[in-house]
C-alpha cells in the first residue's frame, strides 16, 4: 500500500484488503507467543547500532520529529535502531538515510486524528515538509510509501525493505517482537538514550482515536485483532 493508496482511498479496506491482512495477523500474534516462551535466547554479541546520517535532510527530519510527543520522538529513534540492527542482521541493504526519515517519522501523523483520514497521510505530509530543498522528489514518494506500507501487514524485505525495516523495528519497540535478538545490556543502553516516555499507554490510545476515526482502516482492524493489549502487555513496558 502507498501513499497514491491512501490518499485514494482516505485508509478504508475493501473486504478482499481485510481478509488478506488477516492471516499475517494471525501469524504475528504466534510469533509473539513464541517469542515470550522460554528459552529465552539471545545473541553473545551487540549489533553494532547504527550512525545517525550527517546531513541537511537528517536535521530538518531530527527537527519535525521534535515537533512529536516525547512518547512518539523516542518511538521513532527506537525504531530507527532496531530496524537496522535487523537490516544487518538478515544481510539486507536499507538506504540509511531513508530509513532514518522513514523510522523517525513514520507515526507522526498520531499526534492527531482525522475522520476519515488514515494518519500515514499525515505523516507523509511531515515527510515532505523534512525533504524540502534536501532530497529528490522521487525519495520523498519512495519514504512516504514506505510509511503508509509499515502500519500494513504481512511486509516482506524483498519486496518493500524500507517499509519492513521499519515495520519491524516499530513492532520490536512497541511488543518486543524479535528484541530477544539483541542483549539485554543493549537494549538498556538503548532506552537509557531513548527513553520511552509512557509509550506502552499512550500509543495504544492513539491507535484507538485512529481506529474511531477511520473505522475500516488498518488501526481499526488491528485493534479488533489485540493489537493495542499486545502493546500493554509487551516486556517492554518494563522500561518505563
Known amino acids: 500500500m502507498s501513499i497514491d493508496w ?41 549489533v553494532p547500532d547504527p550512525v545517525a546520517p550527517d546531513s541537511k535532510f537528517a536535521r530538518q527530519v531530527e527537527e519535525c520529529a521534535d515537533e512529536q510527543s516525547p512518547a512518539l520522538i523516542g518511538h521513532g529513534y527506537r525504531t530507527w535502531i532496531f ?41 507523509a505530509e511531515v515527510i515532505r515538509r523534512a525533504c524540502t530543498d534536501a532530497v529528490d522528489p522521487t525519495q520523498a514518494t519512495v519514504i512516504s510509501d514506505a510509511v503508509v506500507a509499515h502500519a500494513t501487514p504481512g511486509l516482506r524485505p524483498d519486496t518493500n525493505p524500507l517499509g519492513y525495516y521499519v515495520q519491524t523495528g516499530a513492532l520490536a519497540d512497541l511488543t518486543g ?25 499512550s500509543i495504544p490510545e492513539a491507535i484507538r482515536r485512529e481506529a474511531r476515526a477511520v473505522p475500516r482502516g488498518r488501526f481499526a482492524l488491528l485493534r479488533r485483532c489485540g493489537f493495542p493489549l499486545l502493546i500493554a502487555v509487551s516486556p517492554t513496558r518494563k522500561y518505563q
Open 83 to 123: 530496524g537496522a540492527c535487523f537490516s544487518q542482521l538478515d544481510g539486507v541493504a536499507v538506504d540509511p538515510e531513508l530509513l532514518y526519515a522513514a523510522a523517525l517519522l513514520h507515526d507522526s501523523g498520531l499526534m492527531s486524528s482525522v475522520v476519515g483520514e488514515d494518519f500515514t497521510i499525515r505523516s
Open 6 to 46: 491512501a490518499t485514494r482511498t482516505g485508509g478504508d479496506l475493501s473486504r478482499t484488503e481485510r481478509l488478506a491482512m488477516l492471516r499475517p495477523i494471525a501469524g504475528s500474534v504466534v510469533s509473539y507467543i513464541a517469542d515470550r516462551l522460554p528459552p529465552h535466547r539471545t545473541t553473545n554479541a551487540a
Open 177 to 201: 517482537l524479535r528484541s530477544r535478538v539483541i542483549p539485554k545490556e543493549q537494549l538498556q543502553a538503548i532506552h537509557d538514550r531513548h527513553p520511552r516516555h509512557g509509550a506502552n499507554r
